[in-house]
């Protein structure tokens, strides 16, 4: 099985290919149609990852595509399930397995757990049924200084959360995705790098160590963690070189060089900014000769622009693909170091209808 597991886990993380988050539940797809008038209804959402899964080249980008429980489920638009869409494409399919951030009992009120634990190896043997061959988990680090979040409580319940789940995955046969992330944006989110880092430092820290004691194979296994920048309310910006080698410094710190490797979300950042800093870890990461490899696990980061053209309309397909097919290359592109940000003005795209 351990072979098998890290050949996956390797082939998610390789050259110039990332993994694409479409695992938003149905309530968090509902939000984000509603600004665009799009009918919350279950049609709609299959159509819209559809428009995703159908887009030319998608596996020259995209090693694999985590999924929500409803659309592992679905078909797609041409009858086929979603499942042997990702597959004809050479993608693998993946699947949320937590059930959300719940209030952590006796913590502040801005503290959350991840659920999902009870009954999870059913599940997990549910989902290889249906072909899933990796999974995710997110665990939310909220900062708020004033009131001295995180508590070692809530980075350690969520570090054990995160070891139990991956160790129940590796056990039925997945991939886990350990999501760890540090807020970044929201109100609360005022921090400075400084604490981003030493945040950063902390929760990697119990992670790994809850990892060790469960016995996950971190050959097996891929970290998703946030990147070292302020918080989006904190009125400060930091120069993409610094949050590039923040983010590497924390990593070498905190992640043992046998994890298989590491795919960042996007956390709230612009599109572009969220390519930029991944190209420039890539760069400082080279310098560094880091042991893994890094690349994107997006999700806002890469299908907003191309939900803001679909809007639910069968007829913006084409082109809401062709801005998602932009946005693919460009951090394919960037997960190898290459992007510079005179390609985002490529307006022609070739596209092989
Ligand atoms: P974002 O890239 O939008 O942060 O989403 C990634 C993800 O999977 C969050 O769990």
Same mark, same amino acid.
């Given at each position: ?126 989902? /290889? ?26 980075? &350690?319940?969520?570090? &054990? ?11 039925? #046969? ?6 760890? *992330? ?27 160590? *809850? ?12 970290? $998703?963690?946030?990147? /070292?920048?302020?918080?989006? $309310? ?13 983010? +590497? ?9 046998? +994890?298989? #490797? ?17 190209? *420039?870890? %890539? ?5 560094? %000769? ?53 390609? *985002? ?9």
């Amino acid at each position: 099985m351990s072979t098998e597991l890290a050949a996956v886990a390797k082939a998610m993380v390789a050259p110039g290919k990332g993994i694409l988050a479409a695992d938003e539940s149905t309530g968090t797809a509902n939000k984000r149609f509603a600004p665009l008038n799009i009918p919350q209804t279950e049609d709609m959402r299959r159509a819209y990852r559809d428009m995703l899964f159908t887009l030319p080249d998608f596996g020259t980008f995209f090693s694999g595509v985590i999924l929500y429980d409803e659309t592992i489920r679905q078909q797609g638009l041409q009858s086929t399930s979603f499942v042997q869409v990702l597959q004809g494409a050479h993608s693998f399919p993946g699947i949320k397995l937590d059930t959300g951030a719940h209030p952590l009992a006796l913590a502040n009120d801005n503290e959350k757990i991840t659920e999902g634990l009870d009954g999870l190896a059913a599940r997990v043997d549910e989902y /290889v049924k249906m072909g899933a061959k990796f999974a995710k988990w997110r665990a939310v680090i909220t900062i708020d200084e004033r009131n001295g979040l995180p508590s070692d409580d809530c980075l &350690h319940a969520n570090a &054990h959360a995160l070891a139990r789940y991956a160790a129940i995955c590796q056990a039925g #046969g997945l991939v886990p995705i350990v999501e760890p *992330e540090v807020i970044s944006d929201g109100d609360l989110a005022t921090q400075s790098m400084e604490t981003s880092f030493a945040v950063h430092e902390r929760a990697l820290l119990a992670v790994f160590e *809850e990892l060790a004691i469960a016995n996950v194979r971190l050959e097996d296994m891929v970290l $998703k963690p946030s990147m /070292v920048v302020p918080g989006q $309310k904190s009125g400060r910006s930091a120069p993409v070189r610094d949050v590039a080698e923040a983010t +590497v410094t924390v990593l070498m710190r905190r992640v043992p060089a046998a +994890v298989a #490797g590491i795919a960042f979300l996007s956390g709230g950042q612009s599109d572009e900014d969220a390519t930029a800093h991944l190209n *420039e870890i %890539n760069k400082v990461a080279a310098e560094r %000769n880091v042991p893994w490899p890094l690349t994107f696990s997006y999700g806002r980061a890469l299908q907003h622009a191309a939900l803001n053209i679909w809007k639910g309309d069968a007829a913006n397909v084409t082109a809401a693909q062709a801005a998602m097919h932009h946005r693919a290359k460009m951090n394919s592109l960037a997960a190898q170091g290459k992007w510079s940000p005179d390609l *985002e003005n490529e307006k022609e795209l070739a596209l092989s209808r």
